[in-house]
C-alpha cells in the first residue's frame, strides 16, 4: 500500500502512527463507478472548549493574526468544527495513471477555510477544501501533475486537526497560504530528495480569483518545494525529513512572498520525534511583515497513548497596537488517547503570552495572557 508523502512525514514526526494510517486507508470504502473504483473517506470533527474567567471571547489569536479556525464562537461551549468527505481515486503505479480527490467542508470551518469562488454570494457552512484531476506523464521515475483546487506545498501542520499533532493550529500555520487553484507537478529525483512546482490564480484560497483589476489579467502565484528523507538505510535516522518551500504572487491588496523551512527528526529513543518550522510572511508594501518559529515533540508512550508539545514565537508588525514589533509566546500541550477504534480522542491546554503590551480582550480591558482548555473527539471513516 502507498501512502502520500504528508502521511509519511506524519509519522516520521510521531504525529500520527504508521498503523493508524494504514487503517485509515484500509477504512476507505470502495464504491464502483463508470469508469473505475473510487474509495469515500472522511471525519467528524467536533470539541469542547473552555476560556477561563469571563468576556474572553476576543482570547483565541492576536489583533493583527488571529489563529486559523479558532475564534469567538467556540470560546465556552461545545462545537461541530467540520464535517469532511473524501471522494476520490489515487494514482496506481502505471506509467499513464489518471485520478481525482475532492474534499468537502461541512459545518463552521468551512466557512472559515474561505475557499468560496468568486460567485458564491455569502458563507454557507459548505467549501470545498481540494477538488482535482491527478495525471501521470511517463518521464523519468514519473512526473505527477495536479490541476485543480489543492492545499498549498508548504508548512508543518495540514489545516485539517485530524492530520496534526495538536487541535488548536500554531501561528506558522496560520499565517500560511491554505489552497490554490492552479496546477502543480511533483517529481522524485530518488529515494532522498523530491521536488514540486506549480503555478496558481493567487496566493489566497478563493476558488477561481484573479489578480486582475489590481495587476495584469495574466499576473500568476508561482510556488516551490524541496523534500529531503532520509532513507531506510540511514538506521534509526530513516524517515526524518527536511522540506523548504516558498509562495510568491498576489495577495487580497498586496504582492506577498511565504518561506518555509521545516524538518522532522527521528531519534534513538523509540517512540520519540522531534520537529521544527520557520515561517515567514513578507507583505511587499503595507510593511505589515509576520515571522513565526515552532517547536514540537512527540512521543508514543503506548499503541494508544501518545503525548505532543509545541512553543512557538510569532512577530509582527501591527498597526492597530501603535507598536512596530509584537511578539508572542505560545505553549501547547496534548495527550492524545485512542479509547475506540477508528476514534480520535485528545485533551489541551494552551498558553498565549504577549512580551509587551495586552492583546487579548477580556470584560475587563485587555489581558496579557490567554489559556484555553480543550477536548477534541474526531471520528474517522
Request: charged letters at 15%; a negative charge.
Given at each position: ?10 509519522a ?27 474509495t469515500?473517506?472522511g ?46 481515486k ?61 492545499d ?60 486582475w ?10 510556488l ?30 498586496d ?40 517547536v ?27 507598536k ?58
Amino acid at each position: 500500500m502507498k501512502l502520500n508523502q504528508w502521511t509519511l512525514g506524519l509519522a516520521a514526526v510521531g504525529v500520527i502512527s504508521l498503523p493508524s494510517a494504514l487503517r485509515a486507508e484500509e477504512a476507505a470504502v470502495p464504491v464502483m463507478t463508470a469508469l473505475s473504483s473510487t474509495t469515500i473517506s472522511g471525519y467528524v470533527d467536533t470539541s469542547a472548549q473552555w476560556n477561563p474567567g469571563t468576556g474572553t471571547g476576543g482570547n483565541i489569536g492576536l489583533p493583527f493574526q488571529p489563529t486559523l479556525f479558532g475564534g469567538t464562537d467556540k470560546v465556552d461551549g461545545f462545537n461541530l468544527n467540520v464535517v469532511q468527505l473524501s471522494i476520490s481515486k489515487p494514482l496506481d503505479e502505471t506509467d499513464w495513471a489518471a485520478g481525482y480527490r475532492v474534499d468537502l467542508w461541512f459545518g463552521p470551518d468551512a466557512n472559515t477555510l474561505g475557499t468560496q469562488s468568486t460567485l458564491s454570494t455569502g458563507s454557507s457552512d459548505l467549501a470545498i477544501r481540494q477538488a482535482y484531476v491527478a495525471t501521470r506523464v511517463p518521464v523519468g521515475t514519473g512526473l505527477d501533475v495536479k490541476m485543480g483546487v489543492f492545499d498549498s506545498v508548504i508548512g508543518y501542520e495540514s489545516i485539517a486537526a485530524v492530520d496534526n499533532p495538536n487541535f488548536t493550529r500554531s501561528y506558522g500555520r496560520t499565517i500560511e497560504p491554505r489552497t490554490h487553484t492552479g496546477v502543480l507537478a511533483s517529481y522524485r529525483v530518488n529515494e532522498l530528495i523530491s521536488v514540486s512546482a506549480g503555478v496558481a490564480d493567487t496566493v489566497g484560497p478563493q476558488i477561481n480569483s484573479r489578480a486582475w483589476p489590481v495587476k495584469a489579467e495574466s499576473y500568476k502565484t508561482y510556488l516551490g518545494s524541496v523534500a529531503i528523507t532520509a532513507p531506510d538505510s540511514w538506521g534509526w535516522l530513516a524517515g526524518s525529513t527536511l522540506y523548504g518551500g516558498v509562495v510568491n504572487g498576489f495577495s487580497g491588496s498586496d504582492n506577498t512572498t511565504s518561506w518555509y523551512l521545516g524538518g522532522t527528526v527521528a531519534t534513538p529513543i523509540e517512540g520519540l520525534r522531534l520537529g521544527a518550522a520557520w515561517d515567514v510572511l513578507d507583505f511587499h508594501n503595507i510593511g505589515l511583515d509576520h515571522w513565526a518559529v515552532s517547536v514540537y515533540s512527540s512521543f508514543a508512550a503506548t499503541d494508544r497513548l501518545s503525548l505532543h508539545a509545541r512553543g512557538e514565537l510569532i512577530t509582527g508588525v501591527a498597526g492597530l497596537t501603535g507598536k512596530d514589533n509584537v511578539q508572542v509566546w505560545a505553549l501547547t500541550g496534548t495527550v492524545q488517547y485512542d479509547f475506540w477504534k477508528n476514534v480520535l480522542t485528545r485533551a489541551e491546554v494552551r498558553w498565549d503570552h504577549a512580551d509587551e503590551g495586552k492583546y487579548f480582550s477580556a470584560n475587563n480591558g485587555l489581558r496579557r495572557n490567554s489559556v484555553l482548555f480543550a477536548a477534541n473527539v474526531i471520528y474517522k471513516f
